[in-house]
């Protein structure tokens, strides 16, 4: 059994290696988003550690709210920044997730591919379901 730092050190060690832009944090790639096992016990700990209500929306909730992540504010920005989902930190780094703020100088595919690949490894290690939340 993997436990909790263990999940929070492999992922940081998958995060390191995702090249880094100056985000505005706008809000504007942050839409419906799912994210997988790892990270679903980290958020759910920095949830409860900052009392952050865990939030499920229906697609009528979403469409309310103008597509938004349930964990994007207004004011605040996003709730959960620090311990984001990997597809939240790859937004901006290829076409298929732009980002309205970062011109379109894109990492290597392959670098992207092994991110993913290394991600997938992780999720399946502790049991979870990829595609699935």
């Known amino acids: 059994m993997t436990t909790l730092d263990e999940i929070k050190k492999q992922l940081d060690e998958i995060y390191e290696q995702i090249p880094s832009f100056d985000c505005k944090r706008c809000g504007k790639c942050c839409g419906p988003i ?15 550690q900052h009392g952050i209500e ?6 009528d909730d979403y469409e309310k709210n103008g597509f938004h992540c349930p964990y994007w504010n207004e004011k605040k920005g996003c709730l959960i920044y620090p311990v984001r989902p990997f597809i939240c930190r790859m937004q901006g780094l290829s076409n298929d997730l732009p980002c309205a703020n970062r011109e379109a100088d894109f990492p290597p595919r392959r670098h992207i591919d092994i991110l993913w690949r290394t991600y997938k490894k992780l999720n399946d290690k502790i049991g979870g379901e990829f595609g699935k939340k």
């Open 34 to 48: 799912v994210w997988f096992k790892p990270e679903d016990l980290v958020i759910q700990e920095f949830m409860k």
């Open 54 to 59: 865990h939030v499920i929306w229906s697609m």
